[in-house]
């Protein structure tokens, strides 16, 4: 399986092909602050290349929030009383200086990673936090989660992805209320505008993202991957470049030995041995 790294501000564990990755820093909200970015960013490409994963389930540490942006006291340098928010350009000591995307590290903007990510939101989701989900494949969430963007209440702008991603995701008229309004929905409204999957009660809420991920797991790989890919690839494309992305992804799948043992094990009536080849 091989080794994976130590991190100061991730806590990463793996189980039948599910890689479990928390964000911990729940002193501060598990905002991000620099470290915590770049350490997210080598995880996201570590895990791009760890053939034991499959699927992956990102949560936070603690109850009372998944993230909230950026940790505005590194941004501000020094000890602050104010609370967390995803303000991109500060100064330390005069001299600005700026952050990289919270949401690049996971790629609401040019991803990669085509294994699924499956958010499981155990509170606050904000900002960059909020960002970040838009990035996800499947979400689920607490009953007493928040989601929301509060860039436009600091002047800024939450240039994360969600300006290009989230009227994809939910109707238009919800986006555009939740992008410029700057307020944060509650886990109902979330579920109603389908920008989650479910509400889970909070003590099930791991086991539910663990049992989602386990069924993903099961399936062949490389289908799985090719699935996210097209699907991510095509967006926004006229339907003849969309089409040809799908055909490009499928051909690689139906000429795999996955594509092969899948229907074998049908019809001898076993589980497959699928290799992601």
């Not at 599910?18 to 620099?34: E, G, I, K, Q």
């Not at 099930?204 to 790989?221: M, S, T, V």
């Not at 490389?222 to 490009?248: H, M, N, Y």
């Amino acid at each position: 399986m091989g080794s994976f790294p130590d991190y100061a501000t991730l806590a990463y564990e793996e189980c039948d092909g599910v890689a479990w990755v928390t964000l911990n820093r729940p002193d501060r909200h598990n905002a991000f602050n620099s470290l915590m970015q770049r350490e997210l960013h080598d995880c996201w490409r570590t895990l791009r290349g760890r053939e034991s994963v499959r699927c992956v389930v990102l949560t936070g540490a603690g109850e009372q929030a998944f993230c909230t942006g950026i940790d505005r006291m590194e941004q501000m340098g020094g000890d602050t009383d104010e609370s967390t928010d995803a303000d991109v350009v500060g100064s330390r000591g005069g001299t600005p200086f700026h952050f990289n995307d919270p949401g690049d590290n996971i790629g609401p903007k040019s991803s990669d990673l085509w294994k699924p990510v499956i958010a499981a939101v155990n509170g606050a989701a904000l900002a960059g936090g909020c960002e970040m989900l838009q990035a996800t494949d499947l979400r689920l969430a607490a009953p007493e989660a928040s989601f929301g963007l509060p860039e436009p209440k600091r002047g800024i702008v939450p240039g994360g992805g969600s300006l290009v991603r989230l009227a994809r995701q939910i109707p238009y008229v919800r986006a555009m209320q939740i992008l410029l309004t700057g307020d944060a929905m509650p886990a109902a409204t979330a579920l109603e505008v389908g920008f989650v999957n479910e509400i889970v009660p909070r003590e099930k809420l791991l086991g539910r993202a663990f049992e989602l991920a386990a069924r993903i797991a099961e399936n062949g790989p490389l289908a799985v991957r090719k699935i996210k890919e097209a699907v991510i690839r095509s967006q926004g494309r006229p339907l003849a470049e969309a089409f040809t992305i799908e055909d490009e992804c499928t051909r690689e799948v139906m000429r795999s030995q996955d594509a092969r043992e899948g229907p074998r094990a049908f019809m001898e009536r076993r589980k497959p041995n699928f290799t992601g080849r």
